[in-house]
Nanobody, 119 residues
Framework: QVQLVESGGGLVQAGGSLRLACTVS????????LGWFRQGPGKGREFVAS????????YYADAVKDRFTISRDGADNTVYLQMNNLKPEDTAVYYC????????????WGQGTQVTVSS
């Protein structure tokens, strides 16, 4: 059973930065997509960013493009989400996911990490 463990959430003021990390218990295949989704208060879960493990091609939601960056450390089976210029509307629980499609989640989820941006 694949496990994904997130870390790095917290409370930050608007305009600040946070970096989330997600470590996968088994090495992803090159075709796997590691991604981040979020669920804000009273909202559904939405796509944020993803990366195809082998090609390192990246995909972003329009709301975070130019502010968030997804990257990977192959040695540690870890994917990162660097979040800059955070806004109050970025407040959400952020979930790591492993799937095979850039914008749609797969079957494996992490437990989630809370990100709160104060105005």
């Amino acid at each position: 059973q694949v496990q994904l463990v997130e870390s790095g959430g917290g409370l930050v003021q608007a305009g600040g930065s946070l970096r989330l990390a997600c470590t996968v218990s088994s090495r992803p295949y090159s075709s796997h997509v590691l991604g981040w989704f979020r669920q804000g208060p009273g909202k559904g879960r939405e796509f944020v960013a993803s990366m195809r493990w082998g090609r390192r091609s990246t995909y972003y939601a329009d709301a975070v493009k130019d502010r968030f960056t997804i990257s990977r450390d192959g040695a540690d089976n870890t994917v990162y989400l660097q979040m800059n210029n955070l806004k109050p509307e970025d407040t959400a629980v952020y979930y790591c996911n492993r799937g095979t499609e850039p914008y749609s989640p797969g079957a494996y989820w992490g437990q989630g990490t809370q990100v709160t941006v104060s105005s």
